[in-house]
Nanobody
Framework: EVQLVESGGGSVKAGGSLRLSCVLS????????MGWFRQAPGKEREGVSY????????YYAESVKGRFTISRENAKNTVYLQMNSLKPEDTAVYYC????????????????WGQGTQVTVSS
């Protein structure tokens, strides 16, 4: 059974940093695309970033470029999202997700999801 477990959320002031972690079990990290998504109250879930296990290609949403960094550690089957210069508009529940093969920023194209971790950024 494939499972994803996120951790690292919390509350910070604007300008602060957080690092989210996502541990994948039941599957190999290097054959999956790992994505981070977020959903704010009353809004649709949106793609934040993804990293391909096969070729290491990376995608960032425009809203987070230059502030967020995605990385992976295959030996630990873990993907990270380093979030710097956080803004109040980054407040959301952040989800980790996995899909085989090619990358995508569409939530509907991901097979497996974590339970989510809350990130709250105050001004």
């Amino acid at each position: 059974e494939v499972q994803l477990v996120e951790s690292g959320g919390g509350s910070v002031k604007a300008g602060g940093s957080l690092r989210l972690s996502c541990v994948l079990s039941g599957a190999a990290l290097d054959v999956h695309v790992m994505g981070w998504f977020r959903q704010a109250p009353g809004k649709e879930r949106e793609g934040v970033s993804y990293i391909s296990g096969r070729d290491g290609s990376i995608y960032y949403a425009e809203s987070v470029k230059g502030r967020f960094t995605i990385s992976r550690e295959n030996a630990k089957n873990t993907v990270y999202l380093q979030m710097n210069s956080l803004k109040p508009e980054d407040t959301a529940v952040y989800y980790c997700a996995a899909r085989p093969n090619s990358g995508s920023n569409r939530p509907s194209e991901y097979n497996y999801w974590g339970q989510g971790t809350q990130v709250t950024v105050s001004s």
